[in-house]
């Protein structure tokens, strides 16, 4: 099947299309037709982190160009013959007019953009919209719900509202096969060609992004039950907020990983006499919270309030001590993650570990939970680095997944609520 996926829960405006063919649990072998991002990142940075309504206006005038960008990569933009009725009253009843207009009430740009360019092409051959439903900002989220809800419309095709923590969990079973050389449109074109990995039950997934830290259990496909969360800050967010003390633009993630690796190659040692008098030792160490609790949740807000106070008690932040900071930080982050990850997979006895969210892009991180899972016993997979943080291809790759499951009778338009997926925070916005 042909899907559009659209992915706007945060700064990332997403497009992707994609092509599927086979059955989950079996082979599912998925094509990349396009896979278009934009990201917000240099706007937010003033602001140290992501601003909810720049998001929205944002995504609001970037959805349609990106669009159709996405329709003609993917060979799928065709102008409509020239008639003398170009209008979008041509396509749509003056009932469905009113109710268009009523969806993009809101993002007057992209109602404008809407009403000029999409009565121009011809609807493309696409079986369903996936739309990232939740969780995410709010006011970002609704200007891709409403700009799928108003294509749908207007194209007839069902509407799949897709979880974004589990398109993270189907970001990291994505498995590259060899590129495809297809004559896609007369144009003979490389196609980025993946299948989904098969996998053993029960699984474990770890969820690490900016806004959820979650240890999942799946025992089948689509059956999601959440083991442990975050009890305050999430990991990518404890990430953001200590680069903010160290003075590091925003994301954190990144930057600090970079520091903290330079640390690690010039194994610095930090000569400041106030704080070896604090800590008694040459290296800074910080607290790793909850890692013997006993449970399966976390907590991470502490290990940046440690950071803020190291911090408030040094004479002078110094490159060196930034670098060592990083470094112990991003130890303590990754030993407590995988520690509590490894105790779910032996609890639960999993066959399976499946990483995703824009975390699992961390390098250490990936090392130390590849070595656990070997000592587990267990598989692994990671979503590839460029699939860790947001994106349209897995909100497509798991609309496509629920299409082939469900069917598409589940997705009537008047029942929005039909998509297994998991239900936490804000995730049930349709
Ligand atoms: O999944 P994502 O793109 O957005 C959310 O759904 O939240 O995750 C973004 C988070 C940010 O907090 C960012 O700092 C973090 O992922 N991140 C990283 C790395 N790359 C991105 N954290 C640690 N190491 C990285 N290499
Ligand atoms: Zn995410």
New binding site residues.
């Given amino acids: 099947m042909k899907i559009l996926g659209i992915e706007t829960?945060?700064d990332?405006t997403a497009i992707s299309i994609i092509e599927t063919e086979g059955k989950i649990g079996e082979s599912f072998d998925i094509k990349i037709l396009a896979n278009e991002i934009l990201s917000q990142i240099s706007l937010h940075k003033e602001y140290g982190g992501v601003f909810p309504m720049l998001a929205k206006r944002e995504h609001s005038k970037n959805l349609m160009p990106l669009l159709l960008k996405a329709l003609k990569e993917s060979g799928f933009l065709k102008l409509k013959i020239k008639s003398s009725k170009s209008k979008i009253e041509e396509n749509l009843s003056t009932y469905e007019l009113k109710n268009l207009q009523t969806l993009l009430g809101r993002e007057p740009e992209l109602l404008e953009q809407f009403e000029k360019e999409i009565p121009k092409i011809e609807k493309p051959p696409l079986m369903a919209i996936a739309v990232t439903k939740g969780p995410?900002l709010e006011p970002a989220l609704w200007t891709g719900i409403n700009f799928a809800k108003a294509l749908s419309a207007i194209w007839n095709i069902p509407l799949i509202p897709i979880n974004?923590m589990e398109g993270?969990i189907f970001a990291g079973l994505l498995q590259k096969c060899e590129p495809l050389i297809t004559n896609h449109q007369s144009l003979v074109t490389d196609v980025m060609s993946y299948k989904l990995s098969v996998i053993s039950f029960p699984v474990i997934a770890l969820l690490?992004?900016?806004?959820?830290t979650e240890l999942i259990e799946m025992k089948d496909w689509f059956d999601y039950k959440i083991l442990g969360a975050t009890r305050d800050d999430?990991?990518?967010?404890a990430?953001?907020k200590v680069?903010r003390i160290l003075g590091l633009p925003?994301?954190?993630?990144?930057e600090?990983?970079n520091l903290a690796e330079t640390a690690r190659l010039k194994e610095l040692r930090i000569m400041n006499y106030e704080l070896r008098k604090e800590s008694e030792t040459e290296k800074i160490k910080l607290p790793r919270p909850m890692i013997h609790s006993g449970d399966f949740d976390f907590s991470f807000s502490g290990i940046k309030t440690a950071v803020l106070y190291l911090v408030k008690k040094l004479p002078e932040l110094t490159d060196e001590i930034k670098a060592e900071i990083a470094r112990e930080f991003?130890d303590a982050v990754v030993e407590v993650l995988t520690e509590k990850t490894r105790r779910t997979i032996s609890e639960t006895c999993a066959q399976t570990l499946i990483v995703g969210?824009?975390?699992a892009?961390?390098?250490l991180?990936r090392k130390k939970l590849t070595e656990m899972a070997g000592e587990e016993g267990a598989d692994i997979f990671i979503s590839e680095?460029s699939h860790?943080?947001?994106n349209a291809l897995m909100i497509a790759v798991a609309g496509a997944t629920h299409y082939a499951n469900f069917g598409k009778e589940s997705f009537d338009n008047s029942n929005f609520k039909a998509t297994g997926g998991l239900k936490i925070d804000n995730a049930d916005l349709f």
């Fill in positions: 829960s945060c990332e995410g974004h993270h690490v992004s900016g806004g959820h999430a990991v990518g967010e990430f953001d680069a925003y994301p954190g993630g990144p600090i990983s991003e969210g824009g975390v892009a961390n390098k991180l680095i860790s943080t947001d």
